[in-house]
């Protein structure tokens, strides 16, 4: 298992880093800032999950990215440059440029998306969401113990059956006895469920209100990364009030950069798109030096 | 103080034709272990769940339960959630969650208590069932003994004064059916809470149990200290099928009949059997039969198999060498996750072992009794499924359950039935299927001492006729009274294997409990009953006879 130290993070804190750093990635369709928040997300992608983990995400990016950034300019005939024909349609370079910013905000949405699943996960979630809506957050938790259960259950079934030796070999009976395995999965968790809402009421489920337990502390640690969020992420928004991070396309393209205040801007953006990548290293970097050796137990050969 | 009193309960399921409570009266104290035994069917689960109103019965009901003197119905909704703890039989079943520490936070949650008070409850609660190191796993990584613990403890955060437990150990193996005792020993002793409990495993819960109740069909028969109850037990034994359920040294010396007080733990069977023995010579015995024999042919044969489940994991099997032999029984013995169970998947060839081969004989027909009896049915009725893998011979079906007496469920549906009935369902088809190879994954699981018995004696006469067994089993007793051949399973290979009686006294800890009790008398004696008749040769070949010789 990779140590993931995002995790010792308090959700909220995790949950803010995403709804600024998406948020922002839609908010201002920008090449700097689309493409700041794609190598952002990469980065972080890869320190959090790895190679492996980076090109699958990657995989799917990059396809929609090459889709997108292709078929605006084939479609889309506004702007004043002139790149070349294709056919009877103009294809110009305002156009070719807006295809390729929209390719990569979506791009950068969908690595970002990546490491969410890794660094949020379902319980962290349901902390946050668990007090507004108690009996759904309980619905998904009972979820995500029921679906592996009965992929053991079926798994159960089918070698049990087939211990008695008896799988037909014939295409009919085969599959009468492969609905009546479903039919007896779906018996035994019904049985099951009568007996894990028994447990429910025993331990007084449905008297009132639930609240819900979480093992989740905000710490002073927590509080820094929280005022840093909101700091880096004020600056963007009041940046982006000003009209800074966003750019005129049609029919012709404004100026990159302009000004102080949009470098400001954009480095903002930067400092935070990497904040948790920073995070995330210098843990690593500290439990190196304290563990120089590294993990005993993963050195030691097993034979 | 009166905790829980039952006055004149009487209670029939509806449609049923006979009541499965009736004028059932007892009363429990603040802090009192009661057990209450009997067969299954005799209404012992409809006593208990009379006794949590969430979890009552639907029926006819007559006569009041009270709590602390008021009566159940009328008890405060919190009260009865809290103060009354209840936990089933299967350990699956009763988790509602997906984390350890959430599923122990469960009832209070229920209860809206704040996060402090919840944080504080629940880790009093794991380190008393030192369940810490493992309060952050996904409950889908644990054992069925450790579930059992989570369920125990997700019950006991809501700081109940009296504890229920319905056949808690019925799916557990041995040992962990001993750990979970023993926290509920603990539970009762340090924390005062009354517990009330049925059981089949006698010998784990008498030496503790301030009381017992013996019900026969929805009455109680007997309700006296355990040691009282085991002297009338043995007084009418062709009765009482629970008789054979008894802690060995009960058994033992109720039917030597010389002690005043029935010894109920191995320590007190030890001195009495000293005392016993006084002044006489010990008879030495010869069960072992030679052991010479040229081997038979085996009929599943694995050899070198090693296997692991995951690629970074740890070897399960390390060059594991086993034989069955044609008309062989085989008993495996050995702890939790030592791979008994893999090492059957492997042999009956679900997985494959990566190195090393298993050989079956052409003309064998394996069958396997699963670890979940429960998967091995797939139709609506009972009757159905056993017709089904008798391929339709009635006359077949008819026998074998009768004799595993489940021929009144015919018309249940499967998973309708509870524990020990489902294990015997599942025996029951296992035999109509008519292989001649069995491979078995705990049988006695959930069986009453008397059910197991009779399994011993069609398992033997099976073997008589024919049949190879390979059984993987925690229960010593069973082993000892069944195998032809036992064999220790540690650390992925195999120990040490011999005939059962050799294979035990050779074992100083790894033994059964008559065993221990007499092996300083006669190491070789085994079960119950060989101990038994040692004594009693011991006793008319005393004094005289050695002198002459």
């Known amino acids: ?303 | 103080m009166v905790l829980l009193e039952f006055d004149k309960v009487s209670f029939a399921y509806p449609g049923a034709g006979s009541r499965s409570l009736d004028q059932v009266s007892f009363t429990m104290c603040e802090g009192e272990y009661l057990v209450v035994c009997g067969q299954s069917g005799c209404g012992k689960t409809t006593l208990l769940r009379n006794a949590k109103r969430e979890l009552a019965p639907a029926g006819a009901r007559e006569g009041v339960v009270f709590y602390r003197n008021t009566p159940l119905h009328q008890l405060d909704a919190d009260i009865a959630a809290m103060e009354i703890g209840f936990v089933q039989q299967i350990p699956d079943n009763q988790i509602v969650t997906d984390f350890v520490w959430h599923e122990l936070a469960f009832g209070l949650e229920n209860m809206a208590l704040p996060t402090p008070i919840i944080r504080r409850r629940v880790s009093e609660m794991a380190s008393f069932f030192g369940i810490e190191t493992w309060f952050r796993k996904s409950v889908h990584e644990l054992s069925g003994g450790q579930k059992q613990m989570v369920n125990l403890a997700s019950i006991m955060v809501m700081n109940p004064s009296l504890l229920i437990l319905d056949e808690p150990t019925s799916m557990l193996d041995p040992i962990a059916a001993r750990a979970l005792f023993d926290v509920i020993k603990r539970i009762n002793k340090e924390l005062g809470v009354a517990v009330l409990l049925t059981e089949h495993r006698l010998e784990d819960v008498f030496p503790t149990a301030d009381r017992a109740l013996i019900m026969q069909s929805g009455q109680i028969i007997a309700d006296s200290s355990p040691a009282q109850v085991a002297k009338e037990l043995a007084g009418f034994r062709e009765r009482q099928r629970i008789y054979f359920g008894l802690p060995a040294p009960a058994r033992i010396f109720s039917e030597l009949g010389a002690v005043n007080e029935i010894p109920l733990t191995i320590r007190d069977a030890r001195t009495c059997l000293s005392k016993y023995m006084q002044g006489k010579t010990p008879q030495t015995s010869e069960f072992a039969p030679p052991s010479d024999q040229t081997r038979p042919n085996p009929v599943l044969r694995g050899r070198e198999l090693w296997f692991r489940y995951t690629p970074d994991g740890a070897d399960v099997l390390r060059g594991l060498d086993l034989s069955l032999e044609e008309e062989g029984i085989l008993c495996l013995l050995g702890g939790n996750g030592s791979g008994k169970t893999t090492l059957l998947k492997v042999l009956a060839g679900i997985v494959k072992p990566h190195r090393g081969k298993v050989k079956v004989s052409k003309s064998a027909k394996i069958a396997m009794l699963p670890q979940h009896p429960q998967s091995m049915f797939t139709r609506d009725t009972l009757l159905e499924d056993l017709l089904d893998s008798a391929d339709g011979d009635r006359n077949a079906v008819d026998s074998w359950a009768k004799r595993l007496e489940i021929d009144e469920f015919y018309d249940r549906h499967p998973f309708d039935l509870s524990g020990g009935e489902i294990q015997r369902a599942a025996i029951c088809k296992l035999l109509t299927r008519g292989a001649d190879t069995l491979l078995m994954d705990e049988p006695t699981k959930g069986l009453d001492a008397y059910i197991k018995r009779r399994l011993t004696g069609i398992l033997r006469e099976l073997n008589k006729s024919g049949m190879a067994l390979l059984i993987v089993t925690h229960d010593l007793e069973f082993a000892a009274s069944c195998a032809k051949r036992c064999a220790l399973l540690f650390d992925g290979t195999i120990i040490s294997e011999d005939t059962p009686h050799t294979f035990f006294a050779g074992n100083r800890f790894y033994t059964t409990a008559a065993n221990q009790i007499a092996r300083d008398y006669f190491p070789d004696a085994i079960t119950c009953e060989e101990v038994i008749a040692c004594c009693r040769t011991s006793f008319t070949a005393s004094a005289p006879l050695s002198r002459s010789g």
């Open chain 1, 1 to 303: 298992m990779r140590r993931i130290y995002a995790q010792t993070v308090h959700p909220a804190c995790i949950l803010l880093f995403y709804i600024g750093a998406i948020g922002f990635t839609l908010a201002c369709h920008h090449p700097v800032i689309v493409s700041v928040s794609f190598v952002c997300a990469c980065l972080y992608l890869a320190v959090l999950g790895g190679g492996c983990a980076l090109w699958k995400s990657l995989r799917f990016a990059l396809l929609l990215m090459i889709v997108v950034s292709l078929f605006n300019p084939i479609f889309n005939r506004r702007g004043t440059t002139l790149l070349f024909m294709l056919g009877n349609n103009w294809v110009t370079l305002e156009s070719t440029v807006f295809g390729v910013v929209s390719g990569i905000q979506l791009a950068s949405i969908i690595v970002w998306s990546g490491s969410y699943m890794i660094a949020m996960t379902s319980d962290r979630f349901l902390y946050l969401f668990g007090k507004a809506a108690p009996s759904a957050s309980l619905l998904i938790t009972m979820t995500q113990r029921f679906i592996p259960t009965i992929q053991l259950q079926i798994e159960q079934i089918c070698t049990s059956q087939q211990m008695l030796n008896q799988t037909p070999k014939r295409v009919l009976p085969k599959m009468n006895a492969a609905v009546r395995n479903i039919s007896a999965l779906l018996s035994w968790s019904m049985e099951n469920a009568v007996e894990m809402a028994d447990s429910m009421k025993a331990r007084g489920y449905g008297i009132r209100r639930r609240t819900t337990f979480h093992l989740f502390r905000f710490d002073s640690r927590d509080s820094v990364i929280l005022c840093l969020l909101l700091l880096l992420s004020g600056i963007c928004a009041l940046a982006r009030l000003f009209g800074h991070g966003r750019m005129e396309f049609f029919p012709d393209m404004t100026l990159i950069i302009t000004g102080v205040s949009g470098i400001v801007m954009y480095s903002a953006f930067a400092l935070m798109a990497l904040l948790p990548t920073f995070f995330e290293i210098s843990q690593k970097i500290k439990y190196a030096r304290i563990f120089p050796k590294g993990d005993p137990k993963l050195g030691s050969v097993r034979i």
